[in-house]
């Protein structure tokens, strides 16, 4: 009897150790989303999951060992409730339970759930048992297709974005000619100084007069007279002897080179 108690003892012993270390890597785990979430990484949540994991396989191989006793056969029965506040017992439960009384009892040394979720257990236990075999096995396999397809549609996306990402975005553009556009309207960068003759006042030093231009003007009509065909002689004679005849305005030097109709160069087909 006294091996029996001796060998339960070091098991809680073992048990309630590792609890506490469950239970402290809980609180950090916690602390660390609750204060530290701007600074968490994922590499990090992923080792608090890993040792979390590996805490609860040590303490379900801790349960399962043969030398650790059956607790479901142990019976915890209170000797004394008390309405009022217990020291030590705040100290044990790290203030979670300042009371022993009839409230409190009932949910800390309950072996069964709450009436509502045993009644609900049952009725699902109930219910799985209705279905059968084909019908069950059709929805899982239902069941396992969409999640299939649901994986693969993730998957998909998950490829098409890491592609996306990776591939450079093609240029529509030259940066050189866009540079020298700008340059040229902002500043008139690689622009001509070059300006027609008749663009300039009579006035501005530098520049060739009215009669100069007049004079080059003529001599240009000139030329093109010279090599225009026969027939256009007598028509522009006649309008010159036209523009002489007219009172009141001085004979222009300047010959106009006057087609017909037939000759027009953007004549409708």
């Not at 030398?67 to 409730?81: E, M, Y």
């Amino acid at each position: 009897m006294q091996r029996e108690e001796k060998q339960l003892e070091a098991s809680l012993d073992a048990l309630l150790s590792q609890v506490a270390d469950l239970k402290n890597s809980l609180g950090s785990f916690i602390y660390k989303l609750e204060n530290e979430y701007d600074r968490l990484t994922w590499p990090s949540v992923l080792d608090s999951f890993a040792l979390l994991s590996g805490q609860l396989n040590t303490l379900n191989k801790v349960l399962k060992h043969e030398k650790t006793p059956l607790f479901r056969n142990q019976v915890i029965i209170p000797l004394v409730l008390s309405p009022d506040r217990d020291e030590d017992l705040m100290r044990q439960t790290e203030g979670r339970v300042p009371v022993f009384s009839h409230e409190v009892v009932p949910d800390h040394l309950r072996t069964k759930p709450d009436p509502e979720v045993e009644e609900q257990e049952k009725q699902l236990t109930t219910d799985a048992a209705r279905i059968g075999a084909d019908a069950a096995q059709k929805q899982i396999q239902s069941l396992n297709k969409m999640c299939s397809n649901l994986l693969e549609k993730i998957s998909k996306e998950e490829r098409e974005s890491e592609s996306g990402g990776l591939r450079p975005n093609k240029q529509t553009f030259n940066p050189a000619d866009t540079n020298a556009l700008v340059a040229a309207v902002a500043f008139g960068k690689g622009l001509s100084n070059w300006r027609p003759s008749g663009s300039s006042g009579p006035g501005q030093p530098g520049q060739p007069g009215a009669g100069t231009i007049l004079a080059g003007a003529s001599g240009l009509q000139q030329v093109q007279m010279a090599g225009a065909p026969s027939q256009q002689q007598p028509m522009l004679s006649g309008v010159q002897m036209a523009q002489a005849g007219q009172p009141g305005k001085m004979p222009s030097g300047i010959k106009t080179n006057i087609k017909s109709a037939s000759m027009h160069p953007y004549q409708r087909l």
